[in-house]
T-cell receptor, first 109, second 115 residues
Framework: GQNIDQPTEMTATEGAIVQINCTYQ??????LFWYQQHAGEAPTFLSY??LDGLEEKGRFSSFLSRSKGYSYLLLKELQMKDSASYLC??????????WGAGTKLIIKP | EPEVTQTPSHQVTQMGQEVILRCVPI?????FYWYRQILGQKVEFLVS????????KSEIFDDQFSVERPDGSNFTLKIRSTKLEDSAMYFC?????????????FGPGTRLTVL
């Protein structure tokens, strides 16, 4: 079956750095997406990785290792507004997005 | 900045009733999607739509569901006979390019409550 695992919840301090991990087992791989979702709102796109390595976009970076079925999202200089759920999603061989359950990130002052 | 819009934001219905959820994708986008998210659970793919026909659908998207693009701007999801377990947030998304891995942009969602 298809499976995407990420921690349920993480807590970090304002101004710090946090890394949210995601491991996946899917039927085929056509890229991995990270989305941010505030409570009661739609997911918003953060990043896309299809090749191994690190993609940096401002305070957010995303890393992929296809051989390990592993990705992480790195958030730097955390702000209170970063409190949200972070969703890892993999596009499988049928070009369907398979979603993880999300990691709820709590930022404390 | 262009965005996907959805109406209504909230819909309450009785079990067995039909509901139509409406979406206006971003105007130059070619691919359209419906997802649902039951409260506290993961986002689930329902269906994708391209060139006026369904391109992929999940096991969830059974005969009680249908999609339509009735005109050049709207994209609708119809649930024929709602069940209690259909209560969820329903998100519409659209994508511009022909690459299957282009970014999907999500609408704000419709919260459906079936009583």
């Amino acid at each position: 079956g298809q499976n995407i695992d990420q921690p349920t919840e993480m807590t970090a301090t304002e101004g710090a750095i946090v890394q949210i991990n995601c491991t996946y087992q899917t039927s085929g791989f056509n890229g991995l997406f990270w989305y941010q979702q505030h409570a009661g709102e739609a997911p918003t796109f953060l990043s896309y990785n299809v090749l191994d390595g690190l993609e940096e976009k401002g305070r957010f970076s995303s890393f992929l290792s296809r051989s390990k079925g592993y990705s992480y999202l790195l958030l730097k200089e955390l702000q209170m507004k970063d409190s949200a759920s972070y969703l890892c999603a993999v596009m499988d061989s049928n070009y369907q997005l398979i979603w993880g359950a999300g990691t709820k990130l709590i930022i404390k002052p | 900045e262009p965005e996907v819009t959805q109406t209504p934001s909230h819909q309450v219905t009785q079990m067995g009733q039909e509901v139509i959820l409406r979406c206006v994708p971003i105007s130059n986008h070619l691919y359209f999607y419906w997802y649902r998210q039951i409260l506290g659970q993961k986002v689930e793919f329902l269906v994708s739509f391209y060139n006026n026909e369904i391109s992929e659908k999940s096991e969830i998207f059974d005969d009680q569901f249908s999609v339509e693009r009735p005109d050049g701007s709207n994209f609708t999801l119809k649930i024929r006979s709602t069940k209690l377990e259909d209560s969820a947030m329903y998100f519409c998304a659209s994508k511009e390019g022909t690459s299957a891995t282009d970014t999907q942009y999500f609408g704000p969602g419709t919260r459906l409550t079936v009583l």
